[in-house]
């Protein structure tokens, strides 16, 4: 009985997260607006949370912390995405897909099948029918969760009074926790290296800061191409834009 009511969950998350991002992608193709796809991927994950919590309706403790647990974070992610983009009146992200209707349908569909994975946790721990007591696991989970919220937030904060300072125009975030990990996702980074790559700098901050998790520039810089590719998720697309004869 589990597993088929998981299904119908399962089914349900999919329709529900479908059927939102076409409708912010209507929006935002129609108006040629992007000021909410952030936001319309962050909230979504509230949806899914709090829809399977209220439908399964049995309310047991794990269910609701785990659904507290995102609609703190994803409250907290959209309300800084949009605050950030209205202030900066664009998402550049965008430049070259505001007239490409097709590119910018890969985008949303992309950022739907990302909103349904990542949910998938929630989606069914929120539907299962089992109510075990709680476990050490939990706890080790609620803490990592609180590390990477404060993590988060405080790394988001940063960068952004980093962009928004006149002095750091046209430079690229190394301060604060951004010393010891560049957080890299794919427009991100990329843009950067095609922006910075021919910057000796630059390409030492790339050399000597993790992409992911926080390590000492000292200790990071040190390590083996092999062991930081292996263990720190030093991948080699995320330097794909940068220029291959500066590679080290």
């Not at 550049?92 to 990302?114: H, K, T, Y």
């Not at 996702?185 to 992911?212: C, H, M």
Request: glycine residues 6%.
């Amino acid at each position: 009985m589990g597993t088929v009511l998981d299904s119908h969950f399962l089914g349900f998350t999919a329709i529900v997260t479908v059927v939102y991002q076409l409708f912010f992608f209507i929006v935002t193709a129609l108006l040629r607006f992007d000021k909410v796809t952030d936001f319309a991927g962050s909230t979504n994950f509230i949806i899914i949370a709090v829809l399977t919590l209220i439908l399964k309706g049995s309310w047991n403790f794990r269910q609701v912390v785990l659904t507290l647990l995102v609609v703190i974070w994803g409250l907290r992610l959209a309300l800084f995405l949009l605050m950030r983009i209205l202030q900066w009146g664009e998402d550049r992200r965008f430049d070259e897909m505001r007239g490409n209707l097709g590119r910018l349908a890969i985008f949303w569909i992309f950022q739907a099948v990302w909103v349904w994975t990542v949910s998938l946790p929630v989606t069914v721990v929120n539907s299962s029918n089992r109510n075990p007591s709680l476990q050490a696991e939990d706890i080790i989970g609620w803490i990592m969760w609180s590390v990477g919220f404060l993590v988060e937030a405080i790394a988001d904060q940063q960068k952004l009074a980093f962009k928004n300072s006149p002095e750091n125009r046209g430079k690229w975030c190394n301060v604060g926790q951004w010393q010891y990990s560049r957080h890299p996702n794919y427009f991100g980074e990329e843009s950067a290296d095609k922006k910075f790559g021919n910057v000796g700098a630059y390409r030492i901050y790339k050399r000597t800061t993790s992409p992911l998790i926080p390590l000492p520039p000292v200790v990071y810089g040190n390590l083996p191409s092999w062991f930081k590719t292996t263990f720190l998720f030093e991948f080699p697309f995320y330097s794909r834009s940068l220029p291959q004869e500066e590679l080290n």
